[in-house]
């Protein structure tokens, strides 16, 4: 059931505390016979409150130092990858036991140049790995942002990539970052990487 | 208005200490913003693991960007702005992907979403009171972003429209229409499940 005369706008702006006081008045006489305008302005409160009344659901204990731990040492404008590399250089290489990647499709001479998609797919085995993912210049070095999929311990990813040049990393359980010992590796065509994980500890 | 003036300068002398390479400094900002992120994000992706990963990126960005916070910008508004972006995005992916609903009801995440059982105090008009509560909790969850989002900012965190337009930044009219749209989806929603 709908009021005619009043519109949603208008009592949600009630509801807000946004309107002047003459039309304010004229909502709140008007609510006084309106059984339907009253039911959702109670409904609007109601969620309102709910909202407010929820239970908090705070930062997990050790938050704050599992953020500090994260972060690199300087901070830097761009190119802060090389930097957490750095601080994992130090805090990781008692533990690391893996490693990993870092490509780069090279791309320089303008002839050569191609707007064509190349299917890279990146390929690790991880036997205890929980998250495994893969941050690069394409996806803005997020590290949530391109999750593997694992089958039987081997995790893989396949990416749609523009040739050109990239760096990548990729992250396991969300902290440790491996990059790639060969630096630089040249791909033009659809291309299967497969990440070792019996290189020197980092 | 004086009682956020000194709010405003602690934040500005943490992060011009952090910019001078004090790392305790940023762990202050993170102390004394994480769990007010923490509520919020976890509203917006309704999982502890996900709400973990979107703070803890959050910051990590807020770090390495903080010589590009300028300083008439309240950090707060800065940081929430920095979180509902990369929620957005991780939401947009999960969508996607096509597996939010089943990952959103997590065992863990039951202890906090469930109040501890007294039989006792559970009337009929209490349980009514909670199956209603779980209702509009559960559909609070389910509104899309661009909805859910403005919705939030506004109920939970008491932002002004003015604040939530620059955190999503939408313009103020588009947040306030949002807003509005957001309380008839879950009034019509509501009254059609009842």
Request: aromatic fraction near 10%; glycine fraction near 4%.
């Amino acid at each position: 059931m709908k009021c005619n005369k009043i519109d949603e706008k208008l009592l949600n702006e009630y509801f807000d505390n946004e309107l002047d006081e003459r039309s304010a008045r004229n909502i709140s006489e008007h609510l006084r016979d309106c059984p339907v305008c009253s039911e959702k302005l109670a409904f609007f409160k109601g969620v309102s409150d709910l909202i407010a009344e929820s239970p908090k659901i705070n930062a997990p204990v050790g938050f704050t130092t599992r953020v500090i731990s994260s972060l690199p040492e300087k901070i830097t404008t761009r190119a802060f990858f090389p930097k957490i590399l750095e601080l994992n250089f130090k805090t990781f290489s008692a533990a690391a036991g893996f490693l990993l990647i870092f490509t780069s499709l090279v791309f320089y001479s303008a002839k050569y140049i191609s707007h064509k998609n190349a299917n890279v797919t990146f390929e690790i085995s991880l036997a205890n790995a929980s998250v495994v993912t893969l941050a690069g210049d394409f996806n803005g070095w997020n590290m949530y942002a391109t999750p593997f999929n694992e089958e039987n311990g081997v995790w893989s990813v396949t990416l749609p990539l523009k040739k050109g040049t990239y760096q990548y990393s990729v992250i396991v359980d969300g902290k440790q970052w491996y990059p790639d010992p060969q630096d630089e590796v040249s791909i033009t065509k659809n291309t299967k990487i497969i990440v070792p994980t019996d290189i020197e500890k980092i | 208005m004086d009682k956020n003036i000194p709010v405003k300068n602690e934040d500005l002398i943490f992060i011009e200490e952090t910019l001078a390479g004090n790392r305790e400094s940023f762990s202050c900002l993170v102390d004394k913003y994480k769990d007010r992120l923490f509520n919020l994000v976890y509203r917006f992706m309704g999982n502890k693991d996900d709400t973990m990963d979107v703070c803890q990126d959050a910051f990590l960005q807020a770090y390495t960007h903080l010589n590009t916070f300028k300083i008439d910008c309240n950090f707060s508004t800065w940081l929430f702005t920095i979180a509902v972006n990369i929620s957005k995005n991780k939401l947009k992916r999960k969508k996607f992907l096509n597996f939010s609903i089943d990952r959103q009801v997590q065992t863990e995440d039951d202890e906090i979403n469930n109040e501890p059982a007294d039989k006792n105090s559970h009337s009929e008009e209490t349980m009514l009171k909670q199956e209603r509560a779980e209702l509009l909790n559960e559909m609070i969850g389910s509104l899309s972003s661009d909805y859910k989002i403005p919705f939030l900012l506004k109920h939970q965190e008491n932002r002004s429209l003015e604040e939530i337009a620059r955190i999503t930044n939408l313009s103020v009219g588009v947040v306030k229409i949002r807003i509005h749209r957001a309380r008839n989806i879950l009034y019509n929603s509501f009254k059609e499940r009842l």
